[in-house]
Nanobody
Framework: QVQLVESGGGLVQPGGSLRLSCVASENIFNFNIMGWYRQAPGKQRELVAT???????NYADSVKGRFMIYRNGAKNTVYLQMNSLKPEDTAVYYC??????????WGQGTQVTVSS
């Protein structure tokens, strides 16, 4: 059973930065895509950023230029560097990992709150 463990969330002021980490229980290159989603209160879960096995990244328009997804294969970890945070970035952030023809795996989520 694949496990994804997120960390790095917290309370930050507008304009601040946070780095989220997602540690996988197996080699992250076993997954064709890994990424981050978020869900704000009363809203649907939405895509934030993804990185595929080849290293190609994809971002939601709302975070382009502010967030960066990257990985460290030696640590089986995918990161989300979040800069210039805004109150509307407040949400629970979830790590996701997918393999071909299998349901995606989800982490438990980490809370990010942007507030002064």
């Amino acid at each position: 059973q694949v496990q994804l463990v997120e960390s790095g969330g917290g309370l930050v002021q507008p304009g601040g930065s946070l780095r989220l980490s997602c540690v996988a229980s197996e080699n992250i290159f076993n997954f064709n895509i890994m990424g981050w989603y978020r869900q704000a209160p009363g809203k649907q879960r939405e895509l934030v950023a993804t990185i595929n096995v080849g290293g190609v990244t994809n971002y939601a328009d709302s975070v382009k230029g502010r967030f960066m997804i990257y990985r460290n294969g030696a640590k089986n970890t995918v990161y989300l560097q979040m800069n210039s945070l805004k109150p509307e970035d407040t949400a629970v952030y979830y790590c996701v990992a997918s393999q071909v023809s299998k349901p995606p795996y989800w982490g438990q989520g980490t809370q990010v709150t942007v507030s002064s």
